[in-house]
């Protein structure tokens, strides 16, 4: 047992789509979020910067003193997270094996999409998970540069959105019988993608399917929270401004929440 916080980060609200899915499946356990949306988005970013950012949220998450740190962001993962799962000695997550793993098991069909950062996308690394699983795949990957910056200015149905995602989504359409959300933002536009792809389009929230893991390792490690004492104490942080952070992230975990401004 162990009764210490799970650490969470993202470049901004996305990560919460994981927390939101953590807090339905592990009620019991503890929340450190580190959203920087004052840097958001990272995903047209060099590799170099995004590393550099990502190491100083964990630094952050380090002196809250997590048992866990859960990388609630593809791009991060997609650049940093096996550098910072060698170096660290307490268990780290990503968000990507998780979601290729997930889409593989969902596709009929075998004809996969990705949909992601530009980061995410040209790292290529979806791809490679999903083929290394199961080479006959095929997968079909596109870059959303447009998607997170609606999300994090709370744009999550307006007309511009709708249009947004009609027009990115276009080249994907009819071509795919599952599609990956492979960025922990896109889930906040989950009904909007679902209506441009059509129904019978499977959509991958990555994020979600992480959760999974996390409970198979805090029960591998025997590091569960013991489920004894008060209710979990959640802390969210973020390096822009705490209103507005908190808008997005109560409507979206429908409960309120605390949320202090961080410098970095
Ligand atoms: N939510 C993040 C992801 O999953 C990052 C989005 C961004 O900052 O570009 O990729």
């Known amino acids: 047992m162990d009764n210490r916080p799970i650490g969470f980060l993202d470049s901004g609200v996305g990560g919460l789509t994981v927390v939101r899915e953590l807090m339905r499946q592990l009620p019991h356990e503890e929340v450190i979020y580190i959203g920087d949306s004052a840097r958001a988005p990272y995903g ?19 002196t809250k003193n997590v048992k866990m740190i859960v990388l609630a962001c593809n791009t991060a993962t ?28 969902a596709s009929q069909h075998g004809t996969i999409g990705i949909i992601g950062t530009p980061m995410t996308i040209q790292s290529d690394i979806y791809r490679q998970k999903i083929e290394r699983l199961l080479p006959e795949v095929e997968v079909t990957s596109l870059s959303c540069p447009k998607f997170v910056p609606l999300v994090e200015s709370n744009e999550l149905s307006s007309s511009i959105t709708k249009k947004v995602v009609y027009e990115s989504l276009m080249p994907l359409k009819g071509r795919v019988d599952t599609l990956v959300l492979g960025c922990t933002h896109y889930p906040l536009l989950k009904p909007i993608i679902q209506n441009v792809m059509g129904p019978t389009v499977k959509l991958i929230d990555s994020g979600a399917e992480c959760v999974r893991d ?4 805090l029960n591998y490690f025997e590091i569960n929270h013991s489920r004894e004492g008060e209710l979990p104490q959640h802390r969210f942080f973020t390096t822009a401004n705490a209103k507005s952070f908190a808008e997005i992230a109560e409507t979206w975990l429908n409960k309120e929440i605390n949320v202090e401004h961080v410098t970095l």
Not at 45 to 62: G, K, M, N, S
Not at 83 to 91: A, G
């Open 44 to 62: 047209p970013r060099p590799a170099d910067q995004i590393r550099e950012y990502t190491w100083q949220l964990v630094q952050f998450l380090l």
């Open 214 to 217: 996390i409970s198979v390792l």
């Open 78 to 105: 997609a650049v940093v997270w096996e550098e910072i799962k060698e170096k660290l000695d307490i268990p780290v997550l990503g968000v990507i094996l998780p979601g290729a793993s997930a889409a593989i098991k």
